[in-house]
Structures are given as C-alpha cells and as structure tokens.
Nanobody, 120 residues
Framework: QVQLVESGGGLVQAGGSLRLSCAAS????????MGWYRQVPGQQRELVAI???????SYADSVKGRFTISRDNVTNTWYLQMNSLKHEDGGVYYC??????????????WGQGTQVTVSS
C-alpha cells in the first residue's frame, strides 16, 4: 500500500526558510508527477509547485523565485525549499503524487499535511 509521509513544517519568522519533504513508501511502478499544495481555513487547496516525470517544474505565481521543488527518483522523495517566507505562505501543506503502484490503481495520492506558520 502506498503512503506519502511529509515532514519539515513548523514555525518560522517572515524572511526565513523551511524545507518540506515527502517520501512515498510502498511498491511503486511509476510516478508521473509530484507536487505540493497549500490549504488555509475556508479556502480551497491550491497548487504551490509541481514537478513532472520529465523534470519540468511549475509554480504558483505567488511563490516563483522563492520556492523550489526537487525530487530524488531513487528514494521516491521530493522536497519543497521555501525561502523568503511571507506571512501569507502559511497554511497546511500537502504533498501529492500521481502514481502507479505495483498493485493497485493508478491515481492521486496525498500526504497527511504539515503545518507551516510564518510569523510577521
């Protein structure tokens, strides 16, 4: 059974940095895309950054130039390096993968979420 486990959230001052990690466990045949989403209370979950199997990345306009998504294909782990954090970057960050497990259905998988709080 595939699971995504996140780590790295926490409290940071504005202007600081955090790095989030997401590790996919289980027997996985392929991962087509790895991403990070953010959700704040009362709002929909929004895409922050994504990296697809060809290595192409895409970012929300609000984080371009400050956040970097990267991956380790050997360990099925991906990261979100967040620099120059702003108060509005706070929220619960969820990692996401579009993947095909060895046994099971190809589809969307989510981590449990990790809280990022940026103090002003």
């Amino acid at each position: 059974q595939v699971q995504l486990v996140e780590s790295g959230g926490g409290l940071v001052q504005a202007g600081g940095s955090l790095r989030l990690s997401c590790a996919a466990s289980g027997t996985i045949r392929s991962i087509n895309a790895m991403g990070w989403y953010r959700q704040v209370p009362g709002q929909q979950r929004e895409l922050v950054a994504i990296i697809v199997s060809g290595g192409i990345t895409s970012y929300a306009d609000s984080v371009k130039g400050r956040f970097t998504i990267s991956r380790d294909n050997v360990t099925n782990t991906w990261y979100l390096q967040m620099n120059s954090l702003k108060h509005e970057d706070g929220g619960v960050y969820y990692c996401n993968a579009v993947l095909a497990p060895m046994y099971g259905r190809h589809g969307n998988y989510w981590g449990q979420g990790t809280q990022v709080t940026v103090s002003s």
